[in-house]
């Protein structure tokens, strides 16, 4: 499996291709960021993060894109920007068929590094550790990135869109049904409740 990490951003947004190895391993393919200039209009600069996501997805035909799922934040002026190029990189993949799957920054962290509280310079690390890089990427846009696509990699049971329309492949389908016998086995058996009639 290919998949191109997204980390949404208006004024750098993280793409990164990674492909799957047999054990669980991951091999990086390319990493990058995409800009644009903070004084230009946000029309032009969402057009020129949509001209370059088209460019990864055209270059590297992935069979999935995972893209951050964008939370509220304190400053609304940056999850604005972050959600709009996050819609950027669904339309684009979905023009192409290519599904896409939301990840959350907690679930990214926990996959790469084990703690869902990493702090980015642990998830660069990690990530350089995991495809077997001399250097950590940067900015932490990239790393982010490529952290988005290793998750989907060991996690392709997350929040896959595309609704009927996608369907899992089969190494996905054995995945999600691992993990939904994992979190059975941990859940503790439910007493039924005793219904009182009156």
Known sequence: MRVLGVDPGLTRCGVGVVDSRRGRRAALVGVGVLGSAPG???????????DGLESWLDEHTPDVVAVERVFAQNNRGTVMGTAQVAGLAMVAAARRGVPVALHTPSEVKAAVTGSGRAEKAQVQRMVASILRLDTAPSPADAADALALAITHLWRPAGALQGGDHHELTPAQRA????????????????T???EHVR
């Open 40 to 50: 230009t209009s946000t029309d032009l600069r969402l057009l020129t993060i949509a």
């Open 175 to 190: 995945w999600a049904a691992a993990e939904h016998r994992a979190r059975g086995r941990q859940r503790a058996p439910r």
């Open 192 to 194: 039924p409740r005793k």
